[in-house]
Nanobody, 119 residues
Framework: QVQLQESGPGLVKPSQTLSLTCTVSGGSITTKYYVWRWIRQPPGKGLEWMGAIRYDGRTYYSPSLKSRTSISRDTSKNQFSLQLSSVIPEDTAVYYC???????????WGQGTQVTVSS
């Protein structure tokens, strides 16, 4: 069974870079046609798709976040990571990693991690 686990600091200061890692177990991030995603949910709001990295390393980003977002992977550790630069308090949210097969595959989710942007 594929399991995902987010890790990273829970508090980030404004203007700094938020860095999170998703560790995948029970399956490989290079499995063909699988897509691995970052999604967040600000308090009182809906889910927001931030970006994704495919099994072959190709990345996709939300247009609204593209200038501040970078998604990468470490295949040796079976992890993929999110970096969000120049954070503001409005970036406070629960951040989730998720994955599945194809563009509509959201079979697997991490439990989510709270990140607060505050000085």
């Amino acid at each position: 069974q594929v399991q995902l686990q987010e890790s990273g600091p829970g508090l980030v200061k404004p203007s700094q870079t938020l860095s999170l890692t998703c560790t995948v177990s029970g399956g490989s991030i290079t499995t063909k046609y699988y897509v691995w995603r970052w999604i967040r949910q600000p308090p009182g709001k809906g889910l927001e798709w931030m970006g994704a990295i495919r099994y072959d390393g190709r990345t996709y980003y939300s247009p609204s976040l593209k200038s501040r977002t970078s998604i990468s992977r470490d295949t040796s550790k079976n992890q993929f990571s999110l970096q969000l630069s120049s954070v503001i308090p409005e970036d406070t949210a629960v951040y989730y990693c998720a994955g599945g097969e194809g563009n509509l595959g959201y079979n697997y989710w991490g439990q989510g991690t709270q990140v607060t942007v505050s000085s």
